[in-house]
């Protein structure tokens, strides 16, 4: 592995696809409803993300429920079923070791509706508007 990736640089493709394949197996398991607590009931959780570290011992895990109720309980929900879930993602994803996993709420999309607030601004709309010619001018 480059120093690159271990100090935080860009992720490797193994990195990437291990990702990819723990989402796909947690995003299952929340939607076959194979997590019995009745603080899920209800509530439909998106899993938009996963963060491998360099050494693929830690996975962590981006959650959102859809339409944003119940953000602050569910990481709180999925750690204490953490022991089932990496139980259930060993079995699905065939690593050497099952990676510890953490679970954390999703703020991407609510960044990207911050930035795009921003960008819609009275102020900004200001600055991106073409220069007016200024009189007495050559």
């Known amino acids: 592995m480059s120093r690159v990736h271990q100090k935080g640089g860009e992720p490797s493709q193994r990195m990437l696809r291990v990702a990819e394949l723990i989402r796909h197996a947690v995003a299952q398991l929340l939607s076959r409803g ?6 899920l009931d209800g509530i439909v ?3 938009p993300s996963v963060k491998m570290s360099p ?3 830690l996975a962590t895990i981006y959650v959102l429920p859809m339409g944003g109720q119940g953000r602050d309980t569910i990481v709180g929900v999925l750690d204490r079923h953490k022991k089932f879930l990496r139980g259930e993602i060993a079995h699905q994803v065939n690593l050497k070791y099952a990676p510890d996993i953490r679970f954390r ?4 999309f ?8 921003l960008l819609h601004s009275p102020k900004v ?3 991106l508007a073409p220069p007016r010619d200024e009189e007495g001018g050559e």
């Open 45 to 47: 959780v998106t899993v």
């Open 34 to 39: 194979e997590i019995n607590d009745p603080d």
């Open 55 to 57: 050494d693929l011992k």
């Open 105 to 108: 709420v999703d703020e991407s």
């Open 110 to 117: 609510d960044n990207a509706e911050r930035i795009d607030a």
């Open 125 to 127: 709309a200001q600055d």
